[in-house]
């Protein structure tokens, strides 16, 4: 292979990595994926701790932990 074979193909590899990491025509590609899925993870993590708090207020964690221990 030429050099200029060989840069053009690494200049195509280069564009390839660009448009799947960034996207193209209004898609947001892995980047946008990846920012999406860390948002619902963060969703989800503030529900379970909201889910948590609110059972240990209402004692029904607190007593079936009791009654497990007894």
């Known amino acids: ?3 200029n074979e060989l840069l053009k193909e690494t200049h195509d590899s ?3 990595i660009k448009t799947v990491l960034l996207g193209k025509n209004g898609d947001d590609g892995l ?3 990846f920012g999406r899925l860390s948002r619902s993870h963060y ?3 503030q529900n379970f701790w909201i889910l948590v708090a609110f059972l240990i ?3 029904v964690l607190v007593g ?5 221990l007894r």
């Open 1 to 3: 292979m030429t050099e």
């Open 43 to 45: 969703k989800l993590k």
């Open 64 to 68: 079936s932990l009791v009654g497990i």
């Open 14 to 16: 280069v564009i390839e």
């Open 57 to 59: 207020g209402s004692g």
């Open 31 to 33: 980047v946008g994926d």
